[in-house]
Structure formats: structure tokens, C-alpha cells
């Protein structure tokens, strides 16, 4: 180790290897550009010469002792793996085990779904890898001579949160043509048939952003808003942009003027959100349940709670009633688009809730590939080559997967002259016997909470969100709603201060005159809440936080306000 690093220099290969570590020490520069670094620093050497070819040699060339025992272990099961294993096998047993048996508490998605359920069932001594295939109607160029659409799949068996993103969605093939022609279907049996392992027309879903959103409420929409006065319309348009969402909401509503630029996940928010409230004091009584049958129908389909056959019931029930008396209301929007939503019930029921079927993270694939087009011919050729591309620089780059853990964020310190201070203060008195404050309460402005992120009012980066608005568990079986002033840990347990909004009535009380009031009233009122501020604050255990609620200010009553639980966070937005 101390002989010359080359023949022309009388510095050591120990001395060089030294004072290189404590340079990229000092320049606190990666462990990738070090490697970088040594490996240019080794071109530029005279040859022959005794630098190491990368960090491992070096670091083993000074005897660097390793105070660490690496080890992999499944988080799910605790068991550890070997050294070249990166699947347990256990875990995917048991997971199939809990998808054949589920608990009371787990949410509606997909393998949940009467056809996943048979599969599993049909081949119980196998570990199924299923996929969702998407199409589009929709040339993915535009272009006289060649016409191009693309079909992409997703994985089942990855839980909502991940199989919604761009990485684990997959192109499965491009096909061209010369000439753009109709062949108005086929007769006979599809090719399909002999390739996927439900049978059709089951294995079919229909797409509910083009067939609820951008085609049926998009219509509904536009005719209800031209048969309102043109200052009521701006009205809305006002009250519609203003709204306010949880962080999350990348795209708001816009107002009724701008639904030529509409995208779905605006409508979305609009049907599943916003209709109600920013439409219930320029309607009919009538006029809104009648579209509130839709709008309500269309959420329970739509939302990841547990499934239980009354829901089914209940939306399709709502949706049927809306088909039957939509001549009342409309004359030219009974058409097929119409009719596919009685075919709802057997989409939730065999393939899960409508936000589990990836519809729009498909879009989003689809923009994604569409982007990768410069020139003028060849488009399906450049399609595939950058496709091939991108999924090669994803498997060189290095990315640190850091595993978020649920809990506090952002210490903050509450002074005394802060009313928090006070009421935190009061808490601490009554239940703990030490009398420091300060060691045992610790203040934070967010929390991650199963998952998902939650701010309170102390949060100011949080501009105008309402992340802080949440419904929560108070005693069993008893949910309330509030804002969360502060989150708190005390004696290794985290809590959040909420100021408590008090139920005044149920939000059906408005409706009563309507001849749906009987059909809506239960469904309606599992959603919308009527909250009147009160001056009563909860301390609550972080887990007993169930979800974000969307709050409106659009009830006749001023002094109160109209709130909503987010229907699916795990939905590509």
C-alpha cells in the first residue's frame, strides 16, 4: 500500500486514497458522484497506476471497518429474506388469503369484485398477475396519412395508491393505419374472447370519465346553466372558481362559461363535489333532487368504502329513477350514454368502485406518450423509440425510495401569548403529573395520518386548502367534524386540537317538498352536512381521524356551512 500511486511521482496509493476521501468529504458531494469523480480522476493517470477503480476497492484497500449488518425484511410479515430475494413468498399467500376473506373494514377495490374473486378461485394454486387494458377511440395524432392508437395496461394486484401511477402502467402495443376507417364493430366473437380469462361482456368497464363526465353531466350541465338568467350564471362562475379543496385537488372547477376548455377531473369535482351546493339556491326543488338522483348514484358507485350490497342497491335504485323520469326534466339527452349507467351496478359489483379502474391515470398515460412526437412522418417509429428510451433511463437512474412513516411534521412552538397556549396548557394540568410544559407537549403544524397528510391552522404554507377540515371518530360509532388547530404529542401518543363543528339539521331537511325526498333522503344524507361553528375544542387521538372533508358556504342560513368527505383519495387527479 505504500508503494508509488504511478512511476512518475513520489506519492503513496494510501496517501492519494486519503487525501481523496477527505475531499469528497469536505465537498460533501453523493455517493454516485464520488464514484464519478474517482473514476475520472483514474482516466487522467498515467498507465500504468495503482488507483482504485471504484469506492469498494478503495475503501477495502484502507481496512474501513463496516459498523453496519445489512438486512431485508418484509414490513408486511417481519420475516427476513435472503440476500438475493426481493419476493416473500408468505406475504402473497397471506394476501390472498385476505382478498378471499376480507374484514368488515376493508375498502372496495377491484380484487374485491366478484370476477377477481372467481379468478382467484379458478386458479387457487396459482399467483395470479392480472391485468386492466385500456383503449382509446381517439387517435393519439393527427395526421392525414396515418392514423395511430395506442393500448395500455395496469396491475391489479398493486394497490390503488400505486397502480394509478405513470411508472407502473405499461404499453402494450401501437397500432397504425393508413386510412381512419369505421368499421362500425364486428359480427361474431371477438378475438378477445379466447384471450382474457373473464368472459365478456363481464370483463368489460365502462369508462365513467367519458361516459358520465365529458359526455352525459358535461350536457347536463350546459342546459341547466342556459336556462338560468346570465347574472345567475356569473354568479356561480364565481362562487365555482373561488372553491376551495384539500391540497391534493390539482385541478379545481371552472366556471359554466369555460366548459369548452373542461377537463374530466373537473367535471368530476363538479358531479361528485359541487353540483349541490353551488346549484341548490338557483333550482327547483325538484329540478336539483332530480339531478342529485345522478350525482348521488354516481358517488356511491364511485367511492372506496366498504362494500355492502345496500349501496349497490341504493345508487342503482337512484340511477334507474333518474332514467325513467329524465323526459321530464330533459328532451334530447335519452340517448345510449344515458342507458349504459343502468350497466353500473354490474361494474361495481364484479370489478370494484369506479375510482379503482385507473381511467384516469390512463388519460394521463396516454398524454405521456403523446408528448414524445417532434417531426412530421414515422409517428408510430418515434412512439416506440423514446418509449423504449424511457424505459431504459428508468432502469439506470438511482432513485432513493425513502418509506414515509406516519406521524408529526413540522415542529412549531407556540407562544404564551398564543390562545393555543392555554388550552394546551389546561390539557397538560389535567393529565400529567409532571409540571413542565415544555418537555412534555410538543407541538407540530401537520400529520401524517395513515398515509395521508393532514395540515392544521398552524400551517401557513398551506394557503387557501382545506386540509385542516377533517371528519373524525369521537366516541364509537359517532363521527364529528372540525378544524384542526394544532397536532400534539404527549407521553409517545400524538393528538390533534380540534375546534368542533356541531350537526344542526340533516341537509335532507331541504328537500322535503321534493317527490324524491323518500329515495334520496339516507343517501343524501351520508354526504352533505350541515355545521354550525361552536366554541367547544376536541382532543383527539391522531387515528381517530377518518378523512378530509370539503366545506362550502352556499346553505340559506349564513351563520352555517355545508360540508363533504373527499369521496377516493387514492384516484388519479
Not at 59 to 80: S, V
Not at 191 to 218: C, N
Not at 225 to 245: G, N, Y
Request: include cysteine.
Amino acid at each position: 500500500m505504500e508503494s508509488e500511486l504511478h512511476p512518475f511521482t513520489h506519492i503513496s496509493v494510501k496517501n492519494a486514497m486519503v487525501e481523496f476521501l477527505q475531499l469528497i468529504r469536505t465537498s460533501q458531494i453523493s455517493k454516485n458522484e464520488s464514484e464519478k469523480f474517482l473514476s475520472f480522476v483514474k482516466s487522467i493517470l498515467p498507465f500504468p497506476d495503482q488507483m482504485p477503480k471504484n469506492m469498494n476497492t478503495l475503501l477495502k484497500g484502507l481496512n474501513t471497518a463496516d459498523y453496519f449488518n445489512r438486512r431485508t425484511i418484509c414490513i408486511l410479515c417481519e420475516k427476513e429474506l435472503q440476500k438475493n430475494q426481493n419476493l416473500c413468498s408468505q406475504y402473497i399467500e397471506e394476501y390472498k388469503k385476505f382478498i378471499l376473506n376480507p374484514d368488515s373494514q376493508t375498502p372496495y377495490d377491484i380484487p374485491l369484485g366478484k370476477a377477481y374473486q372467481r379468478l382467484l378461485r379458478q386458479y387457487s394454486n396459482e399467483n395470479l398477475l392480472t391485468i386492466l387494458l385500456h383503449v382509446d377511440g381517439i387517435s393519439v395524432v393527427k395526421s392525414t396519412n396515418l392514423k395511430l392508437w395506442i393500448c395500455a395496461a395496469s396491475l391489479i394486484e398493486l394497490p390503488p395508491s400505486l397502480r394509478t401511477r405513470r411508472s407502473n402502467m405499461f404499453l402494450v402495443s401501437i397500432e397504425a393505419q393508413l386510412t381512419n376507417r369505421n368499421v362500425y364493430g364486428h359480427l361474431g366473437t371477438s378475438i378477445l374472447d379466447e384471450v382474457v380469462d373473464v368472459s365478456l361482456p363481464r370483463a368489460l368497464i365502462i369508462d365513467y370519465a367519458h361516459v358520465s363526465l365529458l359526455r352525459h353531466f358535461r350536457d347536463v350541465i350546459k342546459t341547466v346553466a342556459s336556462s338560468l338568467a346570465p347574472a345567475v350564471r356569473e354568479k356561480i362562475d364565481v362562487s365555482l372558481r373561488a372553491q376551495r379543496f384539500p391540497y391534493f385537488f390539482h385541478r379545481k372547477m371552472r366556471g359554466v362559461a369555460d366548459f369548452s376548455f373542461i377537463k374530466a377531473v373537473e367535471l368530476k369535482n363538479l358531479l361528485l363535489y359541487g353540483f349541490i351546493p353551488h346549484f341548490m339556491n338557483h333550482l327547483t326543488i325538484d329540478q336539483l333532487c332530480f339531478i342529485s338522483l345522478f350525482t348521488i348514484g354516481v358517488r356511491l358507485f364511485h367511492a372506496d368504502n366498504v362494500f355492502t350490497p345496500i349501496i349497490s342497491t341504493t345508487a342503482n335504485e337512484l340511477l334507474c329513477k333518474y332514467y325513467a323520469d329524465h323526459h321530464i326534466y330533459f328532451l334530447h339527452h335519452a340517448n345510449f350514454v344515458l342507458h349504459l349507467h343502468q350497466h353500473f351496478q354490474d361494474v361495481y359489483e364484479y370489478h370494484g368502485p369506479l375510482s379503482s379502474i385507473n381511467t384516469f391515470s390512463q388519460e394521463d398515460f396516454i398524454g405521456y406518450i403523446k408528448k414524445n412526437k417532434n417531426g412530421t412522418t414515422s409517428f408510430e417509429n418515434l412512439f416506440a423509440y423514446y418509449y423504449n428510451i424511457d424505459v431504459l433511463l428508468k432502469k439506470f437512474k438511482e432513485t432513493n425510495l425513502i418509506r414515509v412513516v406516519d406521524g408529526p411534521l413540522d415542529v412549531c412552538l407556540v407562544r404564551q401569548e398564543n390562545p393555543l397556549f392555554h388550552e394546551l396548557s389546561n390539557y397538560h394540568q389535567k393529565s400529567c403529573d409532571r409540571n413542565n410544559y415544555c418537555q412534555c407537549i410538543k407541538t407540530f403544524r401537520r400529520c401524517l395520518i395513515f398515509k395521508k397528510m393532514y395540515h392544521s391552522l398552524q400551517y401557513v404554507k398551506r394557503k387557501n386548502t382545506t386540509s385542516y377540515f377533517v371528519k373524525y371518530l369521537f366516541r364509537p360509532g359517532n363521527f364529528e367534524f372540525g378544524s384542526i388547530k394544532v397536532f400534539f404529542q404527549h407521553q409517545q401518543q400524538t393528538y390533534a386540537l380540534i375546534q368542533h363543528f356541531q350537526v344542526i339539521n340533516a341537509f335532507s331537511d331541504y328537500l322535503k317538498d321534493s317527490r324524491y325526498y323518500g329515495l334520496l333522503k339516507q343517501a343524501i344524507d351520508n354526504f352533505y352536512f350541515v355545521l354550525k361553528k361552536t366554541n367547544i375544542t376536541r382532543i383527539v387521538l391522531v387515528e381517530k381521524i377518518q378523512t378530509h372533508m370539503i366545506v362550502f358556504q352556499n346553505i340559506p342560513e349564513k351563520a352555517f356551512i355545508l360540508a363533504t368527505p373527499i369521496s377516493a383519495i387514492t384516484e388519479h387527479d
